[in-house]
């Protein structure tokens, strides 16, 4: 009976493990200015460079007049304005979990996305429903705002949780008792003109005719080469350079 009790547990464990999503790997796409990434809790921040990896546990940072964006996925993308922080906290084809702990971050939700997204702030989280562009600006610890510029989210405190729609502000205050208000959005600014600008660059880039979306970057091509068809193969890429 122990014997075979063993052997059972041996063919269930592989199996179990077979079932958890294997992490995934984000990717740095672009820089502005001073970009810093510390790796799990090892508490060394270091510069970071374009197509940098990213993994669960990993930390991002901007500082003064800098910028960033993170490809997590085919059909996520998070940019980080000046002086923001942002940790990977869980990263899978079907879980996206980031934590802001300061500044003004954009989520955007392609088309094809598989993963159920949420992102924390000291005292909210919020969820986006559906395709979209979720601007949200961690002020203080008891201060959160998020702008649904496109889409719908939701919203959860210790109080409850309640949907935000496209064109409307919510505005959390508190922590252990947290108040909110929505209102109608304010008017796009640079920041958010420039995060619709790259949303369309990704959607509608050239290279999507030829290489498949998984292909996290693929876009990139667009900018350093060209396709063209080999008789006999396809079409292929050849850089400018």
Known sequence: TLVLLSLTLLAVEPARAADEPAPGVARVSLTHGDVSTMRGDSGD???STVNAPLVH???VSTGEKSQTEVQLDSANVVRLAARSE????DLTRTRIQLQVAQGLVTYSVMKENEADIEIDTPNMAVRPLKEGRYRIEVRSPSETLLIVRKGEAEVTTPQGSTKVGQGKIITVRGTDSPEYQIAGEPRDDDWDKWNRERDDD???ARSYRYANRYYTGAHDLDRHGRW???PGYDYVWSPYA
């Open 57 to 59: 546990g990993d930390k």
């Open 45 to 47: 921040w270091v510069a």
């Open 202 to 204: 990704i959607r509608d």
């Open 228 to 230: 063209t068809y080999v």
């Open 86 to 89: 942002v940790k990977l906290a």
